[in-house]
Structure formats: structure tokens, C-alpha cells
């Protein structure tokens, strides 16, 4: 199956928002409020119920002013004193977020970092946010449920083509090394073949200067010819490696074969700390 098979329809992103994040909701509302979030042990469960508010009505904010950036010299909500306001706050602008979703075509311009600015890019990446913030939730109380396959294997693509990888962007540079990585998401039929390497470059924007692992999809034809000389292979079910890849869990149920330097050039990219 061709990575592009892993991406999901819009209608199906903002569902999962609006289920992952009730689920969120649900989980939070009963937990101690002081319990350490295990994934982000410097926050509490309020601190993740707060976060999530603060995400989901930031970007219900740029769909709503699109094709706008952000205001950076606007203040930013200030924070409820309460755990029960933190739980009015999250309703409010998670409502917000979907609600925006709803009215908005997912194809029309609006401001996001990644490199596809469309409202469609925050259908996916929202859907993405809840999820792993649903885990974090579910781990602080200590009631994990299963990921859904398809959107963890979603996950799994975003993560290496977005989050941590990508094409390089016309300021930057891409060196490819020799290496070649397969990632198999056994339970999806599916396998996505990675170019590990350095990226290189300074940000017109921010002026923020690049030089580190990174990594790139081979994808088309090129993967379909090269898939069989991965040097090593990555395997797991979809809800593995995305937890994995997230660092929410271990390691213990990936297997990992072929070339040691392969994979750790693979590792070194897919561990640096996400913004």
C-alpha cells in the first residue's frame, strides 16, 4: 500500500476531533488535578487541560481570521484560576475549534507553520493533537483505551513527513546519507520508506538556524523499487509506532532489523524535541 493510502478524508479528521477530545474531557474531569502528566512529567493534569484549551483555540482563531497569521502582540487568554473553569475553558474553545472546522472549506488558504497552509492542514494536524493529548490524559489517570489504527497510522506519516522530516523548504538544504529505513505498520498493510540525512538552513521568518537530523519520504515509484533494499526495517502495529514515535511509549513491542547505522541515523532524526 502506498503512504498516500494513509491519509484520511476531512470529515473523518474532524471526527476524531470531536471524539478524542470528549474523550479527553471525560478522563480529566475525574482525575486528581495535581497527577503528573508520565509523557510531560513538569506538567499536572491541569497543565494538559489547559494546554489543549490554549492549542484548540488558537487555531480555532487562525481558521476564523484566515488567511491571517497569527497576532503575536495579542494576549493570549488568561488561565482559570479553577480546575472547573479550566474544564469550562477546554468546552469553550474546543467547541470553537469545531466549529470553525465545520464552517470552513477545507482547501482555502489560512496561515499554519507547516508547509501546506490550508485549513485542511489543521483538520489533520488537530486530529493528531487530541489524540496524543487523549493518551497523555489516559496515562495520567492510568486508563489507556487503544489508539484508532488508521488514524495512528495517519500519525505514523505525519510524524516523519511532517513533524520531524519533510521537503526541504527553498531557504534550506537536504543531504541525504546512504541510508535507507522501511517503517512496517503490520496491522495497516502498509510500509513507508524513509531517507534519513541533515537538514541545513536559516528560517527568513524567525531567523532560526537549522543543522540536524532530518528525514524524508521516498515516495511514488521510487519507493516501490526500493522498498526491498531497506537497509533496516522498523515494524509494528500503527498504534505502536505512533505512541513510539511520540515518546509515550517504550520500545518493547518495535522490532528492528537490519543495519544498526541505518537505524540510528533514523532514530537520531525522530528524536529530537517537537515544538
Not at 108 to 133: D, F, K, M
Amino acid at each position: 500500500m502506498p503512504d498516500a493510502a494513509l491519509g484520511l478524508p476531512y470529515p473523518v479528521y474532524l471526527d476524531h476531533i470531536r471524539g478524542e477530545s470528549r474523550r479527553f474531557r471525560e478522563v480529566l474531569a475525574t482525575c486528581d488535578p495535581a497527577a503528573r502528566v508520565p509523557s510531560c512529567p513538569d506538567w499536572t493534569a491541569a497543565d494538559l487541560l489547559w494546554h489543549l484549551a490554549e492549542v484548540q483555540g488558537f487555531w480555532a482563531r487562525i481558521v476564523r481570521e484566515r488567511p491571517a497569521p497569527p497576532d503575536e502582540d495579542s494576549p493570549g487568554p488568561e488561565r482559570p484560576a479553577t480546575y472547573e473553569g479550566l474544564l469550562a475553558a477546554f468546552d469553550e474553545q474546543s467547541a470553537a475549534l469545531v466549529a470553525e472546522l465545520e464552517a470552513a472549506d477545507p482547501d482555502a488558504a489560512a496561515w499554519h507553520w507547516a508547509p501546506v497552509r490550508t485549513v485542511g492542514t489543521s483538520y489533520r494536524r488537530q486530529a493528531h493533537e487530541a489524540l496524543i493529548h487523549r493518551l497523555d490524559a489516559e496515562q495520567t489517570a492510568g486508563a489507556e483505551t487503544p489508539l484508532d489504527p488508521a488514524l495512528a497510522a495517519d500519525g505514523v506519516l505525519e510524524l516523519v513527513d511532517v513533524m520531524y522530516g519533510g521537503e526541504a523548504p527553498a531557504w534550506g538544504r537536504f543531504e541525504p546519507s546512504a541510508h535507507l529505513v522501511r517503517l512496517d505498520l503490520r496491522d495497516r498493510d502498509a510500509s513507508i520508506l524513509l531517507r534519513p540525512g541533515t537538514f541545513t538552513g536559516t528560517e527568513p521568518e524567525s531567523g532560526r538556524t537549522f543543522d540536524g537530523p532530518h528525514v524524508q519520504v521516498v515516495a511514488g515509484e521510487a519507493a516501490a523499487g526500493d522498498g526491498s533494499s531497506a537497509s533496516a526495517v522498523v515494524a509494528g502495529t500503527a498504534e505502536d509506532l505512533d505512541a513510539w514515535l511520540w515518546q509515550r511509549r517504550d520500545d518493547s513491542r518495535i522490532t528492528v532489523t537490519g543495519d544498526p547505522a541505518a537505524y540510528d541515523a533514523f532514530r537520531a532524526a525522530v528524536t529530537q524535541p517537537l515544538d
